[in-house]
């Protein structure tokens, strides 16, 4: 089963959404995107995946943020 949460960012427009995922092996998967609202629009852009593979769903959903919080504060999007 994939679990997708939503959270806000402090960069005005941007949410970051993460997915985590229990895999057959028990183990868990994380995937994150930057939704980048733009008037009507929404821009998605996924970030890359990791092979990587987690204990618990709590430690993916953490990689998770850590990746996509870094991510924006690199790339600072404009508003």
Not at 58 to 66: L, S, V
């Amino acid at each position: 089963m994939v679990k997708r949460e939503s959270y806000p960012t402090k960069f005005p427009g941007c949410s970051i959404s993460v997915a985590t995922e229990r895999m057959k092996d028990g183990k868990w998967s994380v995937v994150s995107t930057i939704e980048h609202h733009l008037g009507e629009g929404v821009q998605y852009t996924p970030l890359p995946v990791t092979h990587l593979r987690f204990d618990s769903e709590q430690e993916a959903h953490a990689f998770g943020m850590a990746q996509a919080t870094e991510y924006l504060d690199r790339a600072e999007p404009a508003a």
